[in-house]
């Protein structure tokens, strides 16, 4: 069972647009939601992370929103460059917890 | 700081064969994590340790032991490979699972044929 629904699978943008990729989840018990960041043959890299305690986090190009009642969070990336092209994985976890649980994955491709 | 360092990079191993993949970190970290990424699955669960003598089962288990003798080093062994490992692998490690980051390795690519 995914304990965490990553949506889309891929997703093009021209340089310059903004990029959307939506996590949902169901155990209201998670209360850590980071973002990772992948280049190709890299392992993932922490982005950027939010505390359920606030609706919205922003650092520099990148924000996440995150929507406690619905249950859902979401990264967006400003001014999308050809070199945010990665995989993006959203993540929960929680305090009673030892473990992260992985979305999916977004292959995002920025094009010139 | 080195961070988290797993080795071999690349292998490639026959049907019934052995292996064991090396992590390693430096940054005391108490927890530690071993995923296995296949394209469009995401990053799944194998073990995870929460400090040296203590190991336990994560999503995808199967096939796999572990050990985590000191808190820097936590090793995955294969023992009869099969087919369904072919994947990358990652080593990961971090203070607590909330709120602090989790560093991963650059990645074991595993080819079982």
């Known amino acids: 069972q995914q304990q965490v629904k990553q949506s889309p699978q891929s997703l093009i943008v021209q340089k310059g647009g903004i990029s959307i990729i939506n996590c949902a989840y169901e155990?209201?018990?998670?209360?850590?939601f980071p973002w990772y960041q992948q280049f190709p043959g890299k392992g993932p890299a922490l982005l950027i992370a939010?505390?359920?305690?606030?609706s919205e986090k922003k650092e520099g190009r990148f924000t996440i929103s995150f929507n406690k009642s619905a249950k859902q969070f979401s990264l967006h990336i400003m001014d999308s460059q050809p070199g945010d092209s990665a995989t993006y994985f959203c993540a929960a976890s929680m305090v009673t917890g030892n473990q992260f649980y992985f979305g999916t994955g977004t292959s995002l491709t920025v094009i010139p | 700081n080195a961070g988290v360092t797993q080795t071999p990079k690349f292998r490639i191993l026959k049907i019934g064969q052995s292996m064991t993949l090396q992590c390693a970190q430096d940054?005391?970290?108490?927890?530690m994590y071993w995923y296995r990424q296949d394209p469009g699955m995401g990053l799944k669960l194998i073990y995870y340790?929460?400090?040296?003598?203590?190991?336990d089962k994560g999503e995808v288990p199967n096939g796999y032991n572990v050990s985590r003798s000191t808190t820097e080093d936590f090793p995955l062994r294969l023992e009869l490979a099969a087919p369904s490992q072919t994947s990358v692998y990652f080593c990961?490690?971090?203070?607590?699972?909330?709120?602090?980051?989790?560093?991963f390795g650059q990645g074991t690519r595993l080819t079982v044929v």
């Open positions: 340790s929460v400090g040296a003598g203590i190991t």
């Open positions: 155990n209201t018990a998670f209360d850590y």
């Open positions: 940054m005391n970290h108490n927890y």
């Open positions: 990961a490690s971090s203070q607590t699972p909330v709120g602090t980051e989790a560093f």
């Open positions: 939010i505390r359920p305690d606030v």
